[in-house]
């Protein structure tokens, strides 16, 4: 039987969440049963679900595209999840990461130090890029990288919707969902924020900011899997106190979100050092109970001894995000 688990890829909807956002959201919506009354609750049906798949504690972050609404949106969200967090009706269960305004590097550095040092949060959860389609490793957004390092907490990059002139680059001779699909969920999401971190690591802010701790989703975002040809390839792309190698091993986290095979973990078990994975779900675009037999095959697997198991159900989380997952008395059924 799996360990307790605490997973920090799970999503809400706040009551900040302008129209046009559930628009974005028409494909999973449309496919996934229930899934929009599921991002409302923070409570009642939230703790059923866990408990259900084992989840222990729950790092809570806000869903894809509020990261490009206004700093009063992400604000009005933070306080929201933190009232959750500290309501009698879920005691020790929930923690969370912060959404921020990406928008304005100076907005999303101040919201993130107010989320931490007043609202107890474990971190922050991005959207990968601004509404403009924008990365982060430009000089605009060193006082937001500055803050993240200083008060020593990750930030989570989640995938995003494509800004509009990106979203034409996936249109092809196929339907628009397919074309909807593919640029996100389908593939675009994860080449994208897998390209972010490169893009990081090429612009030297590893070397600016060496403490910095990014976390990346849904099995690494396809950079373990192309890990050899990076660390070959990156070493034309200029001058660096630590190769990409050493950035990916001591500054890199990643989170089984969503990729419910073995498979990719037989790649990321030789290549990636065991207390930089973390299980993770993607609640609710993802089921807890999925998860929980994904741990079950691994359990089984024998990739995996039963200390190292115990570190990416929760050891790993523990020590990154400095919480403590509750004991099983406190919260199974």
């Not at 999840?81 to 305004?101: K, Q």
């Not at 982060?136 to 919707?161: K, Q």
């Amino acid at each position: 039987m799996p360990p307790p688990l605490i997973a920090l890829e799970e999503h809400f909807f706040s009551s900040a969440v302008p129209p046009s956002l559930t628009t974005l959201y028409s494909e999973q919506l449309k496919h996934l049963p229930n899934v929009h009354a599921n991002l409302l609750s923070l409570t009642t049906t939230r703790l059923t679900h866990m408990n259900a798949g084992g989840i222990a504690l729950q790092i809570v972050s806000h869903a894809p595209g509020l990261s490009s609404c206004p700093p009063s949106a992400s604000r009005a969200a933070n306080d929201q999840l933190h009232a959750a967090i500290t309501s009698p009706s879920a005691p020790n269960r929930l923690a969370g990461l912060a959404v921020l305004c990406m928008d304005s590097p100076p907005d999303a550095a101040s919201e993130l130090r107010r989320a931490v040092t007043s609202l107890h949060f474990v971190g922050a959860l991005v959207d990968n890029t601004s509404s403009a389609g924008h990365f982060f490793d430009g000089p605009e957004y060193d006082i937001f990288w500055s803050a993240a390092e200083e008060l020593d907490v990750p930030v989570y990059l989640h995938p995003t919707f494509p800004a509009p002139d990106a979203a034409q680059r996936y249109q092809g001779n196929y339907s628009d969902a397919a074309a909807r699909s593919l640029a996100s969920s389908g593939m675009g999401w994860h080449a994208e924020t897998g390209m972010h971190v490169l893009r990081l690591f090429a612009s030297g802010l590893f070397d600016r900011r060496p403490r910095l701790k990014v976390i990346v989703g849904h099995m690494g975002e396809m950079i373990p899997f192309m890990l050899e040809r990076i660390c070959v390839l990156s070493r034309r792309w200029g001058e660096y106190a630590r190769d990409f190698r050493t950035v990916y091993r001591e500054n890199i986290w990643i989170t089984t979100s969503g990729v419910w095979s073995i498979d990719p973990m037989r790649c990321i078990l030789a290549n990636t050092p065991i207390d930089r994975i973390l299980y993770s779900v993607d609640y609710p675009f993802q089921q807890n109970e999925v998860g929980l037999q994904w741990m079950r095959d691994l359990e089984e697997s024998g990739l995996v001894d039963g200390e190292q198991l115990k570190a990416i159900a929760y050891g790993n989380a523990e020590k990154l995000l400095r919480v403590t997952a509750p004991k099983g008395e406190e919260w199974s059924s």
